[in-house]
């Protein structure tokens, strides 16, 4: 009782002191206060999840359509497509960059991973990374199928590989490429990454050992909160869902929902042409594209 009465008031400190922030940077930046104070200050991970994507769903709604511009179009935009006047909602004097962020490497060749089926039935066949690459790929690691950023994000990530490449099942196009973590049934029999397909028309692999998510700095959910890069990111993210309304859930376990993803796109030798980290500033989408002509 001594535990959860100290949790409750951490939780409480936490709020009021993101209400002063939000206030002291103006109203306008409260809700991304409230996400990054709180968040690593209440150290229920299910309730961290939970409280960030609300505020999440919370800002995009309260955005209109005039926020954003079509240039933020990933087909399209230059750069990550944020305005000005958008990244003026962000909340000031934060750091720049979230400290001690371990670079980006390529995963192994030999790494395993397993083909997702429609249905959510995996393969019991290994592929192997350099199966993926052969032809070069854009790889999408998703942190969660059921999130509504990881769609939304894996949906912006699939329009700007449509934008170069328009016939993907023509011989020695680059491949699309999901990595997921588990392939989750709910009891109602609905799989969460068959849900997750509505936003991603590419492959989709399971990678068990988590070769791709350790290749991208093996970070978590809370890491660098405190920082213009990780609420650029989510403001992002916000522009996405305010395009597109995309549905999400809090399906799968603490573990699952707080291991950071991201992208990579490999030329047909392997090499990483491009790789962002999920949560360390946004995706600039026209380097993307810029990396998938030169495979």
């Known amino acids: 009782e001594r535990r959860r009465t100290h949790s409750r008031w951490r939780l409480a400190l ?7 922030v939000g206030i002291w940077n103006t109203p306008e930046r409260l809700p991304f206060a ?4 709180a968040g690593p200050r209440f150290r229920s991970v299910d309730m961290v999840a939970k409280l960030r994507a609300s505020l999440v769903h919370r800002c995009a709604e309260s955005m209109s359509a005039a926020d954003f511009s079509t240039s933020d179009d990933p087909a399209v935009c230059t750069g990550d497509g944020l305005k000005a006047d958008l990244l003026r909602s962000l909340p000031a004097n934060l750091a720049q960059s979230a400290a001690n962020v371990i670079p980006v490497r390529a995963p192994l060749g030999t790494a395993v991973l397993y083909h997702v089926a429609p249905g959510g039935e995996v393969s019991t066949e290994p592929t192997t990374m350099s199966d993926l690459w052969k032809s070069g790929a854009l790889v999408v690691v998703v942190r969660r199928p059921g999130c ?31 990595i997921v973590r588990d392939s989750v049934q709910n009891e109602d029999g609905t799989n969460e990454v068959d849900a997750f397909r509505e936003y991603f028309p590419g492959e989709i692999f399971l990678d068990p050992y988590l070769a791709t998510f350790k290749a991208l700095g093996d970070r978590q959910y809370t890491d660098g909160v405190f920082s213009q890069d990780n609420a650029r990111w989510m403001l992002q993210r916000m522009a996405g869902m305010q395009r597109r309304q995309i549905d999400g859930n809090f399906v799968g376990g603490p573990d699952i929902k707080l291991k950071f993803g991201g992208c990579f796109v490999f030329d047909r030798a392997g090499e990483v042409r491009f790789a962002h980290q999920e949560g360390v500033t946004s995706i600039d989408y026209e380097a993307v594209r810029t990396a998938l002509l030169a495979v």
Do not use: I
């Open 14 to 20: 936490s709020v009021l002191v993101a209400v002063a």
């Open 34 to 37: 409230v996400g990054l104070v």
């Open 148 to 178: 509504v950023m990881s769609r939304e994000q894996a949906f912006a990530l699939s329009k700007a590989y449509a934008a170069v490449v328009a016939s993907p099942s023509l011989p020695g196009m680059p491949r699309l490429v999901a």
